[in-house]
């Protein structure tokens, strides 16, 4: 069905399209193939879905009272709004508002900074595997991807990623927690690599899930970034706020490359999400207790996966990976077969899944299925 693009996709598309035709070559654009697959399938209705690392404990109760009260003003453009959330941003991060890029979800940042450094001088150091859409978006550009096995715990392994940055490196891609494995790097050691690498090129740091980990303040390496290194580091509004659907995202970082970022960027923001944005940067005590729940559903699943004898990764996301010895694309079927949705197949680790971490009710029908599909 290759014509059947909702709006949002048709944008992505043709603004991948504006960017190659402005930006790349004419051998990269003959050589470069249209934005075919939706990033997300639909899932089936009546399904448990543990497949998105979505938040299902939702937004703040003070988030949906601000988005009701912003569908009132939503006839104007959000100018005034969107200069409040910087503002917010920057006092959240300690940094000027013109050091913060903010997009329609960090995803839409991922992929300007994949056809920004993408077409800068073409390689990207990253892991294997990871997260893919900033390497996605280099691949549309003709960048090229230089992927760094993860060590046996499945973590980033720093020092080989450090062996692989050459002179034709434009970008190092870090995630952590990292998707799918959800483990973290050790703190030191990644504040070393930071510091190091980014004397080198530019380090892009994706936090996606990383208030959810256990020592937020401890880890982030939002300050390198704010202090004026070659660092980029990318937050979302979809995880730890449970606001996926209002699509929001910022990352931090050196004033000029913010400048080129922005350039790059092709949308404006809803004044509906900025307002449940701003509402929930304002309410630690909501953020605080949907980590307490998050965890607590991972903690269950993980005694799950041990009970049932089975190997995982130490998680510090809203998400479980764990090798079930099942070709992947099998165990999905199965699990579908028992009414629950859980994670795609990540390369080269085919016998793992993921599962993300949902409500009570929804955890439960999963550990039921687990145990009659692996028990
Ligand atoms: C590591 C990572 N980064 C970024 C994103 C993009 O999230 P969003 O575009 O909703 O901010 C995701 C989404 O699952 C993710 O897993």
Known sequence: MPTLLNRRQWLKAAGAAVAATTLASPSRLLAQAPAAAPRRPPVAPGLVRLNYNEN?????????????????????????????????????????????????????ILDVAGFHFGLEKGEIVAANPSYMALLNAADRVG?????????????????????????????????????????VCGAAELRDFVRRQSERTTVFIDEAYLEISDDFAGRTCAPLAVGGRNVVVARTFS???????????YAVMPEKLAVSLRARMTGSLSIVTLAAAAASL???????DTRAKIRAGRDALVAEVKALGLAYAEPQGNFVFFRTGLPVQDFIAR?????????????????????????????AACHRALRRVLG
């Open 239 to 249: 995880k730890i706020f449970g606001l996926a659907g209002m699509r929001l995202g």
């Open 282 to 288: 304002k309410d630690p005590d909501y953020v605080r």
């Open 56 to 108: 299902p404990f939702g937004p703040a109760p003070s988030a949906k009272a601000a988005m009701h009260a912003a569908v009132d003003g939503s006839f104007r453009y959000a100018d005034a709004e969107e200069r409040d959330l910087l503002e917010l941003l920057a006092a959240r991060e300690g940094c000027r508002p013109e050091q913060i890029v903010m997009g329609a979800g960090s995803g839409e």
């Open 335 to 363: 699990m579908r077969a028992e009414g629950v949705e859980v994670g795609r197949a990540f390369p080269p680790m085919t016998d793992w899944a993921r599962i993300s971490i949902g409500l009570p009710g929804e955890m």
């Open 143 to 183: 960048g090229k991807a230089v992927r760094v096995p993860l060590n046996a715990r499945l973590e980033h392994d720093l020092p080989a990623m450090a062996a692989a940055v050459t002179d034709r490196t434009s970008l190092v891609y870090l995630v952590n927690p990292n998707n799918p494995t959800g483990t």
